[in-house]
């Protein structure tokens, strides 16, 4: 408790040279993959080689081979969808809003933050186009002029998640690959390899560290981050849209925009923090990406956590407060009803796991705390199928009611999906800096100018 | 043009210019020599043919199906437009007359014809999905030989196709030699009620003097018909007249769904329970077993275990002869009461006394106009005291004036055991299995199967594969209802024909053509109208000279053929008189153990029709199970012996056991089962075998009543089994679900006296004012479509079901995916319990898309599939639909449907995609694929056919003259579909009624199927 808390912290322990920094963070694409990077990418190859299978046996026989059923139209399809979408949502937070703010603990942590984003986008926007019953017409749902004078239906909220998902995916990307371009360069001038350094010389754009560049990068970087901010925000919007626009009692809720863009801040948190623990470990960049840095996460986790338990909490007071005897059964079953195991799943998870996070020990805990991550990671894929199926199995009608039971395709296709991640994930950490070079060393000890030339 | 002239001629200096427009020259040097051989027309000629060849050549000129284009137009078809021919359907006894809807000569679907004295243009759920065994791929191609080669030897048979002209001639040396040899020829058929071919197996007996007929009925009325004459003497039965009747008791009888026909009854029975003529009204008490349509539609039900019946008419008899003195009971009658009170029995059966009370004042206020039946599956003793109790009550109408017609008795226990007998020492020359199934249908216990090895000569006149053409020499295919020529008649008074609407599909002939050719010197040389002229024969004979109406015959066969019903003299109302002496007071039943009610299935008759995939999956009226028959029990029996629905029980009756799942259903009296024939089948087609268990060896030799065993045993056994219900099934117990359907107005309801005094009070739920809008409501100035449902008259047949299976192309999924819930159906029965789980009130309703003018499917679609239509109507796009089914989530009513997989194709291997089935499709009705949502459409193809037609004529089509296929097949009229904009027309009447109520109305989507709300006829509180 020696700190001098009379100036700011660095963010980064220790005060690395520069030249350290880079080499650790360029390091894993100089060198050939071990042992363990080859197990790991077989694993995932394996998981997304049983997606593609079932998903195979689904283009040929249809959407009958999952479980879905008459009344629940929708099941682990869109679950997925919803969860994966929710898991790119850290990236951008993390780069742009913080960025904003000036959270200076961002640096370590955005670049991976970043590309999960646009890996979970990836995965996510999957599962609308595979989830329809005729894939091949796919292309109906994009607004394009032909001759048969046919228009999509801007009424329909599928209709903005396509915009919404498509938009978010590409400034996304835009917003990654511009932080990337000075560290491309650096990559660049590091490498001895002759096709190495073609690709990220054309990559990098004739990035030259001039300070015309830096001035113009600090803009357009800027600007990006003012522009993805809305966007973080209104992705999840669109999609709880989905739900809130229906007329389904649990799906017709003005509470459903705020609460998924917290449950989806919750989830991406929470994978992001369960990646990073691995990547700080395996590449040695634990200076880099703190302890502190992964207790200011756990925060923002305990915070989105607590907003998503008050949603759970609202949801079934306004349920009560409303008046409407649908919407009660609606919330009574989902706690009580046939699919109680996957309510108290969710809410043992979200709800109740991160609130140990209030003490400081547990919050530091590394063993702990990514226990917790992996149970909101669960809660969070349950809350979306206690949504969706619950609400669903159970509506107006009692005679339209039906149980629905996910099949073991269902089951190949989520894990096809987390195969399909985490090995864009792995080959990510090979082939680009997990973190940006450009931005840690501009926040290591001592890097700001200062009056007194870095002196005390 | 005349512009371009004008402007020519105003601008002179154009004029030079028109000269040159060909280039001048171009003429000058011609010379034919020097052009090139080839011409443009040659070329023309030369690429045209050379493609013409090589198109020819690619295709397989050997492929010589035939193909008749109408070129030469027949004039009875105009394309795309039906043709109806009046016809009969013979797939039960009652052989109710139909129109057979034809398109382009093929049959496409059924309905009642309505010039049909008794089916009054009604069919039941089989009659209108017969129509799939026509097509059916299992139906057997060409006759076939079986030669049983020395199976010592050779465990194979040698199955061979033989031409028809041999296979005659050897059969008919067979019996020749049969008859000679002095050896029976024993033909096996089911019931007749053609008089025609009564005529021809009278003929066939003098050609072959040996021949023995047998015939096998599984729902004989022997019960009913000894007690008849016990009672009346010996005098032809007459059917029941519920039209006049106030008071009707069932006792297990099921009138409105299985019992004697009806078809008729439920139209009778249903058209005075009108809220409108309540003076009218009847009142329904139903006492049985098992839940039926009757219990599930009445106002009073009372459970009772079977073996209990006649002791409530001796109560009931008591009760009303010496407690209430509403009539004299001769001596040896009071005799045999005495003994019994309705307090009494009350207290044994744990039967509300309150409700026993109120039948005994309703019958003795309601003399002469009440009616008691007794089930057929009562014995004879319940039958006779059933009909005395009417007599003492006076109920002299109700018995039509026409009687039963019947042409051969049905054979007897002796008659079946002294054949096998016959069988087995080898005195059976021929046994015929003339179109029935005595392998499946006798009992185990008669050893039929053990018995066929010992007959050399079996021949099977069949359509498809079954259990006993398995132990055939000779399989012959024989004509379907639609293919073939006869004439029916159940009662006098009229005489029902049947004309085949398509040519043989396959290389078969009618049944009585066969036997008709076997007569003739030489069979070999078949014509295929030779019954056809038998019968016009008979007709002319014997019909003409009776009806002998003021035209020639060929006027009066004509006439008839397409009215499809001839009318003949009735003969007067019998005088019936009961006879006292056949009062019988001991009962052959006792309760003893558990007690198992062997019934009917609603939709599969003997078994026979299990073999439609239609039928298999239209859900049980009232369990709503489909593919499976069960153990259906009480919730006391189900926990006194440990198991919970699908678990599994053995039952064993008879000395047989079988194992049936569990299916908890309200209402039935404990230690009973409720069981349904017809299941089990083991040599049918794809759809049939397997399904089920056989419960046939239930129905032993010797019995008292061959539908009700009282000396079973029931022990759990472990295992699970899931039944495939397309409704969940809750608890009567279950607090949390119980009631919903009251409590969010899906079901209204109120007593009819409660109505009377206050009509509005049903409107409680909803008002009448519409609901707030922040839009200008759209406007439908022209027609716009809405439908009527009146849940008084809905029984819950689901014959609309199979109307809309038929009429709309829907697939059969199986039974796996209704389990998964994806059965696709447009019309579903919804079924509600309310009340207690001993006497549960059941509601019912009818559900399809609603056509909401604030469809909320609509505006979710994100392709835009979905839309409203300037007439009302909620349509699909079905060539647009990607799939998404959004529109299925956010539909409040969950009738939508969804094609998850191409069901055609995933059913029993392709079954139903076979290329026998394609000329079934409605052509007006797109065949969906898989991936695509679908839902009812108002049958949208009849509205577009009555606006052409309307057009046509140079009318303004103002929405008359639609109707929808589920509201033909209504045998009670609830559906009544039409414009709404139209005051005059019968559902905006129906809209204005004070009943009528929309479901979910708080939720604003403006529904367009109107609901009436359904009224019970329960007794006044101050009345008793």
């Given at each position: ?70 009344p ?173 626009v229906s007329i389904l009692p649990g799906w017709h809720t003005t ?63 306004i349920a009560w407060y409303s008046g409407n005897p649908l919407e009660l059964f609606t919330f009574v079953n ?57 609400s669903l199995?159970r509506d107006f009608l009692p005679s339209s009611w ?55 | ?244 009747a106030k008071i009707i ?7 409105l ?9 439920s139209g009778e029975i249903i058209s005075n329970r009108n809220a409108e003529k309540h003076e009218e009204f009847n009142r329904i008490y139903a006492?049985?077993?098992?839940m039926?349509l009757t219990g599930m539609n009445s106002d009073y039900r ?50 509300d006394?309150k409700t026993?009370?109120n039948?005994?004042?309703d ?256 859900p049980?009226p009232v369990?709503k ?41 309200p209402g ?58 397309t409704q969940e099934?809750h608890?009567l117990t279950e607090k949390f679900v119980k009631d919903l359907h009251l409590e969010r107005g899906i079901i209204r309801e109120t007593t009819l006296d409660e109505y009377i005094e206050d009509p509005k009070k049903l409107k409680e739920h909803g008002e009448d004012k519409p609901h707030f809008s922040i839009i200008d409501r759209v406007k439908y100035p022209g027609v716009k479509w809405a439908m009527a449902i009146d849940l008084n008259k809905c029984t819950g047949c689901s014959m609309c079901a199979?109307a809309c ?20 159906s447009w019309m579903r029965l919804d079924r509600y319990y309310s009340g207690t789980d001993?006497d549960p009130i059941v509601s019912q309703q009818p559900q399809l898309c609603q056509h909401c003018d604030n469809a909320p499917c609509e505006n979710v ?5 979905t839309?409203h239509s300037p007439d009302g109507l909620n349509q ?11 529109c299925a989530n956010n539909c409040p009513f969950k009738v939508r ?38 839902k009812c459409t108002f049958c949208?193809?009849?509205i ?14 103002d929405g008359t003259?639609v109707k929808t296929a589920c509201q033909i097949s209504c045998p009670t009229e609830a559906i009544v579909f039409g414009n709404m904009n139209d005051p005059n027309s019968a559902v905006s009447k129906q809209i204005g009624n004070t009943r009528n109520y929309t479901i979910l109305e708080e939720i604003n989507v403006k529904p367009n199927i109107n609901y009436l709300a359904k009224l019970r006829n329960t007794v006044k509180k101050e009345e008793v």
């Amino acid at each position: 408790m020696d700190k001098d808390y009379s100036k700011e912290l660095s963010v980064i322990e220790g005060k690395p040279s520069l030249a350290t920094i880079t080499h650790d963070i360029s390091v894993p694409m100089e060198t050939m993959p071990n042992k363990a990077f080859y197990i790991a990418l077989s694993v995932t190859l394996t998981f997304l080689g049983i997606g593609a299978f079932c998903l195979i046996l689904t283009f040929i026989y249809g959407i009958g081979l999952w479980g879905n059923n008459n009344p629940v139209g929708w099941a682990f399809d869109i679950v997925n969808f919803v969860f994966w979408i929710g898991i790119g949502h850290a990236g951008t937070l993390i780069s742009a809003i913080l960025f904003l703010f000036r959270q200076k603990w961002r640096t370590g942590i955005a670049r991976f933050a970043e590309a999960m984003t646009i890996f979970a986008v990836m995965t996510a926007g999957l599962f609308p186009l595979i989830h329809v019953g005729r894939p091949w017409l796919d292309g109906y749902l994009l607004p394009h002029p032909n001759q048969h004078g046919l228009w999509v239906n801007f009424t329909s909220p599928l209709l903005w998640d396509v915009f919404a998902v498509s938009t978010y995916a590409t400034v996304s990307l835009i917003f990654w690959y511009v932080g990337l371009i000075p560290d491309f360069a650096t990559l660049r001038d590091r490498t001895t390899n002759n096709i190495k350094k073609l690709i990220y010389s054309v990559l990098s754009f004739g990035w030259r560290h001039s300070n015309r560049h830096w001035q113009h990068y600090e803009m357009v970087y800027l600007i990006l981050a003012g522009f993805a901010t809305p966007l973080v925000l209104s992705v999840h919007t669109i999609v709880s849209f989905d739900f809130a626009v229906s007329i389904l009692p649990g799906w017709h809720t003005t509470i459903f925009p705020p609460y998924f863009v917290a449950g989806a801040v919750f989830s991406g948190f929470a994978m992001v923090q369960n990646a990073l623990i691995f990547i700080r470990k395996v590449f040695k960049l634990e200076y880099i990406i703190t302890l502190d840095t992964l207790e200011k996460m756990n925060k923002i986790m305990l915070l989105t956590g607590t907003i998503v338990g008050y949603a759970y909490g609202m949801e079934f007071f306004i349920a009560w407060y409303s008046g409407n005897p649908l919407e009660l059964f609606t919330f009574v079953n989902r706690a009580f009803g046939d699919y109680a195991w996957a309510y108290w799943i969710m809410m043992t998870c979200n709800v109740f796991s991160p609130q140990l996070f209030w003490f400081k020990k547990l919050r530091r805990s590394i063993p702990f705390m990514f226990v917790v991550a992996i149970f909101v990671n669960v809660g969070m894929w349950f809350e979306r199928f206690v949504i969706i199926v619950t609400s669903l199995s159970r509506d107006f009608l009692p005679s339209s009611w039906a149980y629905y039971k996910p099949t073991l395709i269902d089951g190949g296709i989520l894990l096809g999906s987390f195969g399909l991640f985490f090995t864009l994930v792995l080959l990510f950490t090979k082939a680009m800096p997990v973190i940006s070079i450009a931005e840690v060393k501009a926040v290591v000890d001592g890097s700001q100018p200062t009056h007194h030339g870095g002196h005390e | 043009m005349n512009n371009n002239k004008d402007l020519i001629n105003l601008n002179d200096d154009l004029e030079p210019k028109i000269p040159m427009e060909f280039k001048e020259g171009v003429t000058d040097d011609f010379s034919v020599e020097e052009l090139s051989p080839v011409s443009r027309r040659k070329f023309m000629a030369l690429v045209g043919a050379s493609t013409a060849f090589a198109a020819v050549s690619c295709s397989d000129y050997r492929d010589k199906k035939e193909v008749v284009p109408y070129n030469k137009k027949p004039e009875e078809v105009t394309l795309g437009r039906p043709n109806f021919y009046a016809s009969t359907c013979t797939a039960c006894a009652l052989n109710c007359g139909i129109l057979i809807k034809t398109r382009e000569g093929r049959p496409i679907k059924v309905d009642g014809n309505p010039d049909h004295p008794i089916s009054l243009g009604k069919t039941c759920s089989i009659g209108q999905a017969n129509i799939l065994n026509l097509y059916d791929p299992s139906r057997i191609k060409s006759p076939i030989k079986i030669n049983k080669s020395d199976e010592f030897f050779l465990f194979k048979k040698d199955v061979i196709e033989e031409k028809w002209n041999v296979i005659d001639k050897e059969i008919t040396d067979l019996l020749k030699k049969a008859t000679s040899e002095n050896k029976e020829i024993a033909i096996i058929s089911e019931p007749i009620t053609s008089p025609t071919a009564f005529r021809l197996f009278e003929d066939f007996k003098v050609k072959y003097p040996t021949v023995k007929f047998y015939f096998i009925d599984l729902f004989d009325e022997n019960n009913k018909k000894n007690a008849w004459v016990k009672s009346f003497g010996d005098i032809p039965m007459s059917p029941l007249n519920y039209k006049d009747a106030k008071i009707i008791v069932t006792l297990e009888a099921d009138v409105l769904g299985r019992e004697c026909n009806f078809l008729e009854n439920s139209g009778e029975i249903i058209s005075n329970r009108n809220a409108e003529k309540h003076e009218e009204f009847n009142r329904i008490y139903a006492v049985e077993a098992g839940m039926s349509l009757t219990g599930m539609n009445s106002d009073y039900r009372i459970r009772l275990n079977p073996a209990q019946q006649l002791a409530f008419v001796l109560s009931l008899v008591n009760e009303l002869g010496l407690q209430k003195k509403a009539f004299n009971l001769p001596g040896n009658v009071e005799n045999g009461v005495k003994g019994y009170s309705l307090d009494k029995f009350a207290a044994d059966n744990k039967v509300d006394l309150k409700t026993l009370k109120n039948l005994a004042f309703d019958l003795a206020k309601n003399k002469g106009k009440s009616i008691l039946v007794a089930g057929k599956s009562l014995p004879e003793e319940v039958h006779i005291a059933v009909n005395m109790l009417n007599s003492l009550l006076d109920n002299k109408s109700i018995y039509k004036s026409s009687t039963f017609v019947n042409y051969y008795p049905k054979s007897s226990k002796s008659e079946f055991e002294s054949l096998i007998s016959k069988m087995n020492s080898k005195q059976i020359g021929v046994l015929i299995q003339f179109d029935a199934n005595p392998a499946y249908l006798l009992s185990s216990e008669y050893g039929y199967e053990a018995a066929s090895k010992n007959v050399d000569n079996i021949i099977s006149l069949t359509e498809s594969q079954n259990e006993s053409s398995r132990l055939s020499s000779y399989v012959l295919p024989i004509n379907h209802n639609f293919e073939a020529w006869g004439d029916y008649q159940t009662r006098t008074g009229s005489i029902s024909l049947q004309q085949p609407v398509i040519a043989p599909i396959n290389n078969t002939r009618q049944k009585e053509a066969v036997l008709l050719n076997w007569m003739q010197e030489k069979p070999e040389e078949y014509k295929e109208d030779i019954y056809h002229k038998y019968l016009m024969a008979r007709w002319e004979k014997e019909v003409f000279t009776t009806v002998s109406p003021a035209t020639d015959f060929n006027s009066f066969w004509y006439g008839s053929l397409h009215d499809g019903i001839a009318l003949l003299k009735d003969n007067s109302t019998p005088n019936l008189s009961f006879n006292f002496n056949a009062f019988n007071p001991t009962s052959t039943l006792a309760a003893n153990g558990y007690t198992v009610v062997i019934s009917k299935n609603y939709f599969l008759r003997d078994g026979k029709y299990a073999t439609n995939g239609w039928l298999q999956e239209l859900p049980h009226p009232v369990t709503k199970i489909t593919w499976d028959n069960y153990a259906a029990m009480s919730l006391s029996t189900s926990n006194e012996l440990g198991v919970k629905m699908n678990d599994l029980v053995e039952v064993s009756a008879n000395g047989k056991k079988v194992t049936l799942p569990v299916l908890v259903q309200p209402g039935i009296p404990e230690k009973l089962i409720d069981v349904e024939l017809g299941y089990g089948r083991t040599h049918a087609n794809e759809v049939a075998n397997n399904v089920g268990v056989n419960l046939i060896d239930f129905i032993g030799k010797d019995y008292k009543s061959k539908f009700i065993r009282t000396d079973a045993t029931v022990t759990p056994i472990p295992g699970h089994y899931q039944l495939a219900s397309t409704q969940e099934h809750h608890m009567l117990t279950e607090k949390f679900v119980k009631d919903l359907h009251l409590e969010r107005g899906i079901i209204r309801e109120t007593t009819l006296d409660e109505y009377i005094e206050d009509p509005k009070k049903l409107k409680e739920h909803g008002e009448d004012k519409p609901h707030f809008s922040i839009i200008d409501r759209v406007k439908y100035p022209g027609v716009k479509w809405a439908m009527a449902i009146d849940l008084n008259k809905c029984t819950g047949c689901s014959m609309c079901a199979i109307a809309c299976n038929v009429e709309n192309n829907i697939p059969v999924v199986g039974k796996e995916q209704v389990i998964k819930g994806r059965e696709m159906s447009w019309m579903r029965l919804d079924r509600y319990y309310s009340g207690t789980d001993e006497d549960p009130i059941v509601s019912q309703q009818p559900q399809l898309c609603q056509h909401c003018d604030n469809a909320p499917c609509e505006n979710v679609c994100p392709v835009v599939a979905t839309t409203h239509s300037p007439d009302g109507l909620n349509q699909m796009t079905y060539n647009r639909c990607v799939g998404t089914r959004y529109c299925a989530n956010n539909c409040p009513f969950k009738v939508r449907r969804y094609n998850f997989f191409d069901f055609r194709e995933q059913f029993a291997k392709g079954y139903y995609e076979k290329d026998s089935l394609k000329p079934l499709y409605n052509p007006e009705v797109t065949v969906r694929s898989r991936g695509v949502m679908e839902k009812c459409t108002f049958c949208v193809q009849n509205i577009m056919d009555a606006r052409s037609e309307a057009t046509k004529n140079g009318k303004d089509f103002d929405g008359t003259g639609v109707k929808t296929a589920c509201q033909i097949s209504c045998p009670t009229e609830a559906i009544v579909f039409g414009n709404m904009n139209d005051p005059n027309s019968a559902v905006s009447k129906q809209i204005g009624n004070t009943r009528n109520y929309t479901i979910l109305e708080e939720i604003n989507v403006k529904p367009n199927i109107n609901y009436l709300a359904k009224l019970r006829n329960t007794v006044k509180k101050e009345e008793v």
